[in-house]
């Protein structure tokens, strides 16, 4: 999980966004959209980094279809959107490309072959798991599972630990961790509290 | 389950997070504790499975929902993961006239970081369920240990980690792990 949360590269001027959407590409055919991004959207292992910088060498380097400034523009906002960053980074690309019908092409391309990846992946998984030998090696694999999830904990958090920001995210984490575990709260009230909060807190640095 | 009602229960975890397993502890909270159609191990064994295939990490939702309700289920989940991503539709409109705005960005700021806090408290049930003798606090340990000091690409832990622990089990140590 490399593609974290939201930082300030979302930061942009309006002057600059603005322009570099008003770049419009040829009409590209969504054919041509669709076949880069099963291609190149789908196979990446360990995050959205890697998949991120192999569609900027095909879509910004080799066939010209956005320019470097609306490449940066939909990464910075993918990374602002909720849900999988990488999806929503593809997704502002296809409506760069081609508005709604493109969106839409990209999301299906995007998603669709990892997703039925996954169904096999997991159909065979249930099966297995009659089998004891199965059992015990998955067993080892659940508990690498739970040092990786502990481990996501830091990538999320570490982005803001900087200079003059690590007070706040001791805080914030913190106070989120005990009301859930201690006080209660469900994890949705406690998102809506940190977005309360978030209003009030100092301007925050990134 | 209905998979209407598993669908939102799962878009509820998908549209609130800003990380691949950052919408767990909403999910864990829904389809386990409060549903029960799912159990620990199994949000534990989507973690795996997402781990050791290709894609983003978001693609967990469709194993869970596929332990939850089958292939109707997991459909779910994918539509679930897909949902979120048209947002930055409306975001590439408005970008550079309230994106910036550092109200908004304390405001995302801080609930990112509340979510890794939550992810915290829900690895306490997972790391319960998953590690139940010294061998897999063992491998849990080397595991995070070398999260931190290599780049060891996490497929690679997750197959070594299954290869120690079949051969514990192998030369009899099954009760040990």
Redesign the interface.
Known sequence: MKHTATTDDGHRSGTGARSALTVVAAMIRLADIASVFIRYANFTLGGGSATTAVIHGEIVAKRRWVTEEQFALSFALGRLTPGTNVLAFCVGIGWMLRRWPGAVVVLLAASIPCTLIVIVITVLFSKWQENPYAQAAIKGAIAAAVAITVKTVWTIAHPYFTAGNRLRVALVGAAAFILNVLIGLSPIEVLLLAAIVGIFLPEARS | MNIVLLYLLLL?G?????????????I??SLVNQYHVLTN?QL????????????????WV??AG??AAG?PG?IAG?LA?????????P??HF???K??H??V????????????????????P??H????GP???A???V??IL??TTKL???W??????????T???VGL?AL?
């Open positions: 509820k998908t549209a609130t997070a800003f990380a691949g397993l950052a919408s767990l502890p909403v864990q909270e191990e534990n064994e989507a973690v795996v499975i997402t781990r050791s295939s290709p894609g983003p990490v978001g693609l469709v194993s596929y332990f292939l997991a994918w993961m897909i949902t979120p991503a048209l947002l930055i539709i975001l590439v970008v550079g006239r994106m910036g550092p109200r960005k304390s405001i995302l700021q801080t609930i990112v970081i509340a979510s890794a806090g939550l992810l915290l408290a829900a690895a306490i997972l790391g369920d998953g590690l139940t061998v897999t606090w491998i849990a340990i595991c995070f999260l931190f690409d996490t497929l832990m997750i197959l070594g980690a299954a290869l120690v622990s079949l514990a089990s192998s099954v792990l």
